[in-house]
Nanobody
Framework: QVQLVEAGGGSVQAGGSLRLSCSAS????????VGWFRQAPGKEREGVAS???????TYADSVKGRFTISQDNVKEIVYLQMNSLNPEDTAVYLC??????????????????????WGQGTQVTVSS
């Protein structure tokens, strides 16, 4: 079982920035897929950004140009830099992880299906 811990959430005003981090108990740099998702009250969980172990990234259209996912393979942490935040970004942000043991590294994905492990989430609140 892989334990994921998110950090960095908080409250900011519109236009502000936050940086979320995700650390895993068994993070491996060999082959993996990490995604950031968010869930607002009364709404379905949606994918925000994803990165694979070779650094390929993908983003939801709603955050392109504002959010950046990155990974520090030395510290074994995945980050989500969020800029130009607006109230519609308010949600619980969750980190998800997939360990790849065979085959090629998959393309990054903002769909929930590929992920095996999920964190508890960190709250992001953006006020107008």
């Amino acid at each position: 079982q892989v334990q994921l811990v998110e950090a960095g959430g908080g409250s900011v005003q519109a236009g502000g920035s936050l940086r979320l981090s995700c650390s895993a108990s068994e993070y491996t740099t060999l082959k993996h897929l990490v995604g950031w998702f968010r869930q607002a009250p009364g709404k379905e969980r949606e994918g925000v950004a994803s990165i694979n172990s070779i650094g390929t990234t993908t983003y939801a259209d709603s955050v392109k140009g504002r959010f950046t996912i990155s990974q520090d393979n030395v510290k074994e942490i995945v980050y989500l830099q969020m800029n130009s935040l607006n109230p519609e970004d308010t949600a619980v942000y969750l980190c998800a992880y997939r360990r790849i043991t065979t085959g090629d590294v998959p393309s990054p994905s903002t769909a929930m299906g590929p992920y095996q492990y999920w964190g508890q989430g960190t709250q992001v609140t953006v006020s107008s």
